[in-house]
């Protein structure tokens, strides 16, 4: 299983989105895939359904009050086939009371229980550089930082680098597969302005696909499904399915889902 976080430590730079459509495009495209909402705002779960209705959630699996959970009796199936979700609830806010000691809690119950079942485990992050985001990177094998086209956001990535380099420490083996510009809207200047610094601050990390700003994405909580269901041939729709197609070119897997299973068979393991 290939485990990749989405983050960002701040807020609104369309992390949730990013991670909920791609979790959704690898699904449709036949890998067995699994959507871990590790955020309190629970963005990504509102994708798939009523955060409303959640009654268990990602919380009682790490930061439960007694016996933890089993990620079977959390995870829930979506109307995107071979993909699962991992809902998250606001009770995930405690997390941080575990202190240091819960970080790994994550990485245990992912490689215990579901890294045999799934191809892919995409992992929404909370917009901060807390505990839950340290055991997000513990738990993975990749990163990608979705970047809103604007100079500060921009200038916020350096920050979450030094995140990533120190959990290295930990998790030898993490790797930051590349950021993505997301929300680009052509009709300003800063924001053509903020690809080219992204551009340069990581040449060779940063993705072709830029995700342009639309309404019909801010539709997708609302609606609760993901945008391939309602959209599918609209640009945002388009732009997430180009995105994926470079995730598994960086990945070294071959765009035919056959040969990209047999690779995943034998290649990494989170």
């Given at each position: 299983m290939i485990t990749i976080t989405i983050a960002n430590q701040k807020g609104g730079v369309g992390k949730s989105t990013t991670a909920s459509i791609t979790?959704?495009?690898?699904?449709?495209?036949?890998?067995?895939?699994?959507?871990?909402?590790a955020?309190?705002?629970?963005?990504?779960?509102?994708?798939?359904?009523?955060?409303?209705?959640?009654?268990?959630?990602?919380?009682?699996?790490?930061?439960p009050k007694d016996q933890p959970a089993t990620?079977?009796?959390?995870?829930?199936?979506?109307?995107?086939?071979?993909?699962?979700?991992?809902?998250?609830?606001?009770?995930?806010?405690?997390?941080?009371?575990?202190?240091?000691s819960s970080v790994g809690r994550l990485r245990k119950a992912l490689r215990d229980e579901v890294a045999h079942i799934y191809?892919?485990?995409?992992?929404?992050?909370?917009?901060?550089?807390?505990?839950?985001?340290?055991?997000?990177l513990t738990a993975s094998n990749?990163?990608?930082?979705?970047?809103?086209?604007?100079?500060w956001a921009v200038g916020a990535v350096s920050e979450l680098l030094k995140v990533i380099e120190e959990t290295k420490d930990t998790n030898e083996n993490l790797n930051l597969l590349?950021?993505?510009?997301?929300?680009?809207?052509?009709?300003?200047n800063v924001a053509g302005q903020s690809y080219i610094w992204l551009r340069d601050m990581l040449p060779d990390k940063i993705f072709n696909t830029i995700i342009h700003r639309t309404a019909k994405l801010e539709d997708c909580p609302i609606r609760h499904e993901p945008?391939?269901?309602?959209?599918?041939?609209?640009?945002?729709?388009?732009?997430?399915?180009?995105?994926?197609?470079?995730?598994?070119?960086?990945?070294g897997l071959a765009l035919n889902r056959e040969n990209s299973l047999r690779l995943l068979a034998g290649g990494e393991k989170s």
């Open positions: 979790a959704a495009e690898l699904g449709m495209r036949g890998y067995r895939t699994l959507l871990v909402d955020d309190p705002q629970a963005n990504a779960t509102s994708v798939f359904l009523d955060p409303a209705d959640v009654t268990i959630s990602l919380a009682d699996v790490i930061c990620l079977e009796s959390v995870i829930v199936t979506t109307q995107v086939p071979e993909l699962d979700l991992l809902p998250a609830t606001l009770n995930l806010a405690t997390y941080d009371r575990g202190g240091a191809d892919f485990c995409l992992i929404d992050t909370a917009p901060n550089l807390g505990l839950l985001l340290s055991a997000s990749h990163v990608i930082i979705p970047v809103q086209a604007s100079a590349g950021t993505v510009c997301t929300m680009l809207d052509q009709r300003t945008i391939q269901i309602f959209a599918p041939g609209s640009r945002a729709a388009q732009n997430y399915a180009d995105l994926t197609d470079e995730i598994l070119e960086r990945l």
